[in-house]
């Protein structure tokens, strides 16, 4: 399975989301979601016109450079960087060339950049960019040491060190990869990130669907498909009761924000 840029961010905020892309587009997109997605856009272009300035015009490249220009380090600054292998698929906002000093050896790589509208980072943020380094390797030879987010009003530049964060981008791409050698997604479980969802349509649906089926019976496991992620829904992945009563709130909760 190749996991896309897309796929990764999703099973940060939510594991069953992720596999949704896996098996196609949500449809219809919420409006929100979809200002959300014109705002980032429109940054990353004028953080990337803004950054350029600080380069010489023959030092930046727009697209994909030849493989013998990548390899010379031809370009300072790469922007809209796209890599497609077996395993991955990633558009990168930019990258650029900075020198590593490795143990007193100076080497000039090049590093990810992402640029990203919020003032404040999360640690989503964080791992999506070491996704980009891990990414990035398979093209240069050598996963980057560092990665630089330029984020907010101000274009606030931050550098970040990726070497702990690769690893924990390893160790999800392990999950997310054995749970679809076992062919079984995530269980459905409606989480604050719903509200800005794509599928929150789907979801809803299927949680408003359960909710009502459930009401006064007692859920029963073993079924699969939607039902398995509406048992998900109604009694929790740990079976407690307790999760059902946050799971019915949560399902008010995002019906009440979308009516
Ligand atoms: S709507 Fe909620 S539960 Fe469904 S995929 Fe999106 S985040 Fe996950």
Not at 194 to 213: K, M, N, P
């Amino acid at each position: 399975m190749q996991i896309t840029q897309q796929m990764f961010e999703s099973y940060l905020h939510c594991p069953l989301k992720c596999f949704r892309y896996r098996d196609g587009s949500p449809g219809q997109v919420p409006g929100y979601s979809e200002w959300q997605r014109q705002i980032q856009h429109e940054y990353e272009q004028l953080a990337w016109t803004r950054l350029c300035t600080s380069f010489a015009p023959n030092k930046t490249f727009w697209g994909n450079p030849a493989p013998a220009d990548l390899q010379s380090h031809r370009y300072t600054l790469i922007g809209q960087y796209r890599i497609s292998t077996a395993d991955f698929e990633a558009s990168l906002n930019a990258i650029q060339l900075i020198d590593l000093n490795v143990r007193g050896h100076h080497r000039e790589t090049y590093a990810p950049l992402r640029f990203v509208v919020r003032e404040k980072l999360s640690n989503a943020d964080r791992l999506c960019l070491a996704f980009d380094a891990l990414v990035l390797s398979s093209a240069c030879g050598h996963v980057p040491h560092l990665g630089k987010i330029i984020h907010g009003q101000n274009q606030q530049v931050v550098t970040i060190r990726l070497d702990k964060l690769i690893a924990k981008v390893r160790h999800t791409i392990s999950r997310i990869r054995q749970h679809d050698a076992r062919n079984s997604p995530p269980p459905l479980i409606l989480n604050r990130h719903c509200h800005e969802c794509d599928f929150q349509l789907r979801c809803r649906a299927i949680g408003r669907g359960r909710d009502a089926h459930s009401i006064g019976r007692p859920a029963r496991g073993g079924a699969t498909g939607v039902g398995h992620a509406s048992t998900a829904v109604s009694r929790g992945i740990d079976g407690k009761g307790s999760r059902a009563t946050r799971q019915r709130a949560r399902l008010c909760r995002c019906q009440r924000q979308h009516c």
